[in-house]
């Protein structure tokens, strides 16, 4: 192994080619490579029951002759596939069968709607239904029947911003949360079994939940990947080089000789929600008993645009925040997670992703600390219309005293897609106080344009440039982006300029920071060992540097220079350090208490992370820094572990610390999370999530039980409960009180007309 490892540093270091064989797939050059297989109109549906095993399935040519990507790219896979796909006027009707020398072995490592298929034997299918290489909806399954969606826009390509992902991240082209959008939910059935062959699986996709164009002898793009878990081998029916995954859209082939007819859909999920909230931070009526209802509305427009409307909009069945604990001086990032923002999420991207967005929808109805803004009504316009993506959003937010006025949301998205993944497009964003707030600006508006330029076949060229519009704020108002990448199977680079002005200010969006230009560049080499235990290694490294605007001093820095590696059975190892520079004109409170004084502080930290295999019964990563941090010294570590008792029950747990001594003083920060999942059907489940922070000196607990009739609709009662407390470690004087806490039952049911 230490031989192998060494060969690769001399490979890397001296520029010349993996002393490996390897058998690249390139993606095909022309429509005429690609594969291609029939859909076949049927006269009677198949049982759906989780057997591919009537005869109108065997009257249909399978799509079969899989290929690896991983671990032996370009040979055979090891067991066999075949995929049927039939329709009718309503359905599409797809029949799995994957056989298994060892059914006894089959890996099944969960049971639960939208669980990760990488760590469990899995079937992903793609499909393109505008066929236009850039959009797509992936439904995937596993042995026990779960069902998984998700959309795929920007042809799967992954937004960088220019930063090379550094380990644990994925490897090469793995789609960011822009371009794949992993919380779209729809409405499909799924049955799977383990039977004698293997594991078999039928799918019913009824095409109003799809968008697409009616018509005759219809071709739609198609990919399909199969997850060997116990020998962590992925397969492909068209061949995909490393360099890609399953969300490449225009690497698919084609499904042809799909008929369509035109679909209207309306889609009508009243709800209605009771129970009580205890919040003692008030002084009046801590207690109040919650009653409510609501009403959301989806009507397929054309059968690939889509109109959906909210009235008295509520979110309480949505998963709490992950706690943070932010050493920066700089605004940490939490994800959407809010149903009705979610569809079509892709087209209203703009920006860099967690860096410069400049929608971000979690600034509708939530303000900055977190507290919900009741939303009143809103209405949402998505989805495609020829070669154009198209959205439109108008959402009404209700006043809060002391945290909001009633605000007005509007954003309009278009964008022109082009040949070989390219696009160009433009976005409006606006938000209109309706009541007067002191401390707000009564409006403010982002207006912006962007073009995205595939280069040949691993290529990518984003740009794009905005400019905000507030009163009080003029000039340096402007923000814009070039960034450059490249990426195959062996070589990723990255190059990046960016500047954001000192007054720009999209309040609808995200903004890290402000008033710097910067340049960024990264480079990542990707080798194959021929080894048993070895899959990649993958020495990679990022250098960014951030410049105030009109001075040019140097205001922040970032080295990373990573060396890590992939073991066959999924295990990750990386060895990194990282250097760091921070320019402090002012104070900083790093901590309550503590502020570090202005300067110019360098300072570098070495960081190792290792995980086991995440498939196994009983799981764990361990991740440790040791190094200097602005006028003194860091130690941290991060452990995760996890054990799983059959498909059915997971528990989950992390752990970090921070030690830090600075010239200023000394503190520690412990941040806790404990995760417990209850999966009884894969439309079932009891969820608990319980995370200390001891930053806020704060502990919660979110717990919800569902029983699910559809893929989120159907009975969800949630507990909520947050403390405070001096030390929850400490065992002496423990001095907690609940702040609040909640108890809410809702049901919604959805009308399919």
């Known amino acids: ?203 019913v996709i009824p095409f109003k939940t799809l968008r697409y164009n009616p018509g005759s002898g219809r071709v739609w793009g198609l990919q399909i990947m199969r997850n060997l878990r116990r020998r962590n081998e992925q397969s492909f029916w068209m061949p995909v080089s490393r360099a890609f995954d399953l969300t490449q859209v225009d690497v698919a082939g084609d499904l042809e000789n799909v008929d369509l007819r035109l679909h209207r859909d309306l889609q009508v999920v009243p709800y209605v929600l009771g129970g009580f909230n ?157 009541t007067h707030f002191d401390g707000k600006r009564p409006f403010n508006r982002t207006y912006g344009a962007d073009a995205n330029i595939g280069l040949g076949r691993y290529g990518n060229w984003q740009n794009y440039i905005a400019k905000t519009d507030s009163p009080g704020l003029s000039g340096s108002t402007l923000a814009a982006l070039s960034s450059f990448r490249y990426d195959n199977s062996h070589h990723q680079v990255s190059l990046s300029y960016r500047e954001v002005g000192r007054n720009f200010n999209p309040e609808v969006g995200y903004l890290e920071r402000a008033n710097y230009r910067r340049p960024s560049f990264g480079y990542r080499r990707t080798l194959y060992p021929d080894s048993k235990r070895i899959r990649s290694i993958f020495p990679h490294f990022q250098w960014n540097r951030w410049y105030t605007l009109g001075t040019n001093a140097l205001e922040s820095a970032f080295e990373h220079y990573d060396f890590s590696m992939g073991g066959q059975g999924g295990e990750m190892l990386s060895i990194a350090y990282n250097r760091s520079f921070e320019r402090l004109d002012v104070p900083f409170e790093i901590f309550p208490g503590i502020r570090v004084v202005p300067g110019r502080y360098w300072f570098g930290e070495l960081d190792t992370n290792y995980a086991t295999n995440q498939s196994a019964r009983v799981f764990a990563g361990l991740r440790t820094s040791t190094g200097s941090f602005y006028s003194g010294t860091i130690r941290a570590f991060v452990f995760s572990a996890g054990v799983r008792k059959g498909t059915n029950l997971t528990w989950t747990g992390s752990y970090a610390r921070n030690f830090i001594n600075l010239r200023e003083g000394d503190f520690t920060t412990d941040l806790v999370g404990f995760r417990f999942n209850w999966s009884f059907t894969p439309k079932s489940y009891l969820q608990s999530f319980t995370q200390y922070n001891s930053r806020t000196a704060q502990i919660g607990t979110n717990i919800r039980f569902a029983l699910l009739s559809t893929s989120s609709n159907g009975l969800f009662v949630v507990f909520n409960t947050r403390a405070a407390t001096v030390d929850y470690t400490d065992p002496h004087g423990i001095a907690r009180v609940t702040q609040s806490r909640a108890l809410l039952v809702k049901y919604n049911r959805l009308f399919d007309f």
């Open 278 to 434: 205890q919040d003692y931070s008030r002084s009046v009526r801590p207690t109040r008993m919650s009653r409510n209802a609501g009403l959301d509305v989806k009507y397929s427009v054309t059968p690939s645009l889509t109109l959906d409307a909210t009235i008295n909009t509520d979110f309480a069945q949505v998963e709490v925040d992950e706690e943070q604990i932010n050493l920066t001086r700089f605004n940490l990032f939490f994800p959407e997670k809010r149903p009705f923002f979610l569809e079509n999420s892709g087209i209203f991207d703009f920006g860099a992703p967690r860096e410069t967005e400049i929608f971000f929808s979690r600034r509708i109805g939530i303000d900055d600390s977190g507290a919900e803004i009741p939303i009143d009504a809103g209405v949402r316009l998505s989805g495609h219309a020829g070669r154009y993506d198209l959205g439109f959003l108008n959402v009404k937010t209700r006043e809060v005293d002391g945290i909001a006025p009633a605000n007005n949301f509007f954003v309009a998205r278009a964008k022109r897609e082009l040949a070989n993944r390219s696009s160009i497009g433009v976005i409006a964003v606006s938000r209109e106080s309706l």
């Open 1 to 203: 192994m230490l031989r192998q490892v060494l060969v690769c540093l001399i490979s890397v270091l001296g520029n010349a080619p993996p002393a490996f064989g390897q058998r690249p797939v390139a993606p095909p050059k022309s429509p005429s490579e690609r594969k291609h297989v029939r859909a076949y109109r049927l006269d009677t549906v198949p049982v759906i029951d989780g057997r591919v095993d009537e005869l109108l399935w065997t009257q249909i040519e399978p799509a079969t002759s899989f290929v690896q990507q991983q671990p032996d790219e370009g040979s055979a896979a090891t067991e066999k596939t075949e995929v049927r796909f039939g329709y009718d006027d309503r359905n599409l009707y797809i029949g799995i069968i994957c056989f298994d020398s060892q059914p006894g072995h089959i890996v099944v490592t969960q049971n639960r709607r939208d669980g990760n298929l990488v760590d469990t034997d899995s079937v992903q299918i793609l499909l393109d239904t505008f066929h236009d290489r850039q959009n797509a909806f992936v439904f995937g399954t596993s042995p026990t029947g779960i069902e998984y969606d998700a959309q795929v826009s920007k042809a799967g390509l992954v937004d960088s911003g220019g930063n090379i992902p550094r380990a644990g991240q994925g490897g090469a082209q793995q789609a960011g949360a822009a371009a794949v959008n992993l919380n779209w939910d729809a409405v499909w059935r799924v049955r799977s079994q383990i039977t004698e062959r293997g594991w078999e699986s039928e799918m």
